[in-house]
Nanobody, 115 residues
Framework: QVQLVESGGGLARPGGSLRLSCQAS????????MGWYRQAPAQQRELVAV???????NYADSVKGRFTISRDNAKKMMYLQKNSLSPEDTAAYYC?????????WGQGIQVTVFS
């Protein structure tokens, strides 16, 4: 059974930083495009950042220059370094893995930015 487990969420102040991690299991991790999505209350889930199997990254305009996505294929880990946080970044963050027609989601982890 494929598992994607997020960690590193929690509370942060505006201007602060958090690092999210996603641990994958039972997949050939290096084949998968990996991504972070987020969903705020009463909002649709939106793409935050993606990283392809060969390391090409893409970001939502709202996080460009503040967030950095990375991956460690040997550890089957993906990361999201989030800097200069704002209250608008408050959401549940989800890890996503895609390869061909296969797609998996983590359970999500809450990030709350408050002053």
């Amino acid at each position: 059974q494929v598992q994607l487990v997020e960690s590193g969420g929690g509370l942060a102040r505006p201007g602060g930083s958090l690092r999210l991690s996603c641990q994958a299991s039972t997949i050939t991790f290096s084949l998968y495009a990996m991504g972070w999505y987020r969903q705020a209350p009463a909002q649709q889930r939106e793409l935050v950042a993606v990283i392809s199997s060969d390391g090409v990254t893409n970001y939502a305009d709202s996080v460009k220059g503040r967030f950095t996505i990375s991956r460690d294929n040997a550890k089957k880990m993906m990361y999201l370094q989030k800097n200069s946080l704002s209250p608008e970044d408050t959401a549940a963050y989800y890890c996503n893995a895609q390869w061909r027609r296969l797609e998996y989601w983590g359970q999500g982890i809450q990030v709350t930015v408050f002053s």
